[in-house]
């Protein structure tokens, strides 16, 4: 099979190295999406192969006959830079959003990731939410926001609290909060549709007692906020494990004074929900 030689497959291959480094996709954990821009389809396209139309499954008018480069089903992250071909591929839907092929890519047989529903569901609504900008869905393991989801309920205003108060940083990458939803079965279309319902108001969401994934515009911002979030996580579990008392914390005021200084257009409603 024709490899393939653009910017962004550096991009999608430093990704997932950096976040194999960071222990976030053991075994198979974990998978990522790419809507691609029309030129850098043009850019591979004398590389690519005419599968056969499969039914997706679910309808994605809203991103029909776009391209995405995106994880196979089984794939170890650690494993995508030595062999890509096999790990991940390029897949093409047609113009109803119902059915899709494959382009280039999953060799031996490899399908898409799984969560293949969740990836198109929450990318035509994010598309649609940041009227095009957003190109990256990216799931991952981390294991202190999953710690978190044994302590905390199970809500975005819980888990955007416990994350705002903890790092400065967080009000400000994460403006919107974070979004949590029920546990689901893994694959499955409810997680999907869930999601996708929670991508159009956050840019990430939690998956309780399974992990998290994030939206974004290039892949380094899908990962530094799954990387914000992650250290967060890490340091609200290690106080956690300190104390049930901390001594001190960021307040309710000091995000309103974040929220000012750095104009984030956090709306008040949203701070007097979360600080409820
Ligand atoms: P895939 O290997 O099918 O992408 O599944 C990994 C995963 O994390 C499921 O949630
Ligand atoms: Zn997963």
């Known amino acids: 099979m024709a490899k393939i030689e653009a910017a962004f497959v550096e991009e999608f291959l430093s990704l997932a190295d950096g976040a194999v ?20 389809i043009d850019g591979i396209s004398g590389s690519f192969r005419q599968g056969a139309w499969e039914p997706l499954g679910l309808a994605v008018p809203g991103i029909a006959e776009q391209f995405f480069f995106i994880t196979a089903a089984g794939s170890y992250f650690r494993d995508m830079r030595a062999d890509l071909e096999h790990n991940a591929g390029v897949i093409e839907l047609d113009d109803a959003g119902t059915h899709y092929r494959v382009r280039w890519g999953f060799s031996e047989g490899r ?37 978190l989801t044994f302590v905390l309920p199970l809500t975005s205003t819980a888990f955007t609290r416990e994350l705002w108060t903890t790092i400065s ?22 997680l999907a549709v869930a999601s996708a319902e929670a991508l159009e108001i956050h840019d990430a969401v939690v998956w309780p007692h399974h992990g998290i ?12 906020l799954l990387s914000t ?27 309103c004074k974040i929220n000012e200084a750095y104009a984030l257009g956090i709306p008040p409603e949203l701070i007097a929900a979360v600080f409820q």
Not at 130 to 147: F, T
Not at 177 to 183: K, L, T, Y
Request: glycine fraction near 6%.
């Open 21 to 40: 480094a960071q222990g976030w996709h053991e075994a198979n954990a974990g998978n990522l999406s790419y809507r691609m821009p029309p030129e850098q």
């Open 111 to 147: 399908r898409p990731t799984s969560e293949l529903f969740m990836h198109m569901l929450c990318q035509e609504a994010k598309m649609i939410a940041s009227r095009d900008a957003n190109r990256i869905i990216y799931h991952a393991h981390p294991a202190n926001v999953n710690a």
């Open 169 to 190: 940083e967080c009000a400000m990458v994460f403006p919107r909060g974070i979004g949590v939803i029920d546990w689901m079965v893994p694959g499955s279309r409810e």
């Open 213 to 224: 994934f994030c939206a974004g515009d290039t892949f380094a911002r899908a990962y530094g």
């Open 229 to 255: 979030i992650e250290k967060a996580s890490e340091v609200a579990v290690k106080v956690r494990s300190m104390t049930t008392a901390p001594l001190n914390r960021i307040s309710k005021e000091d995000i």
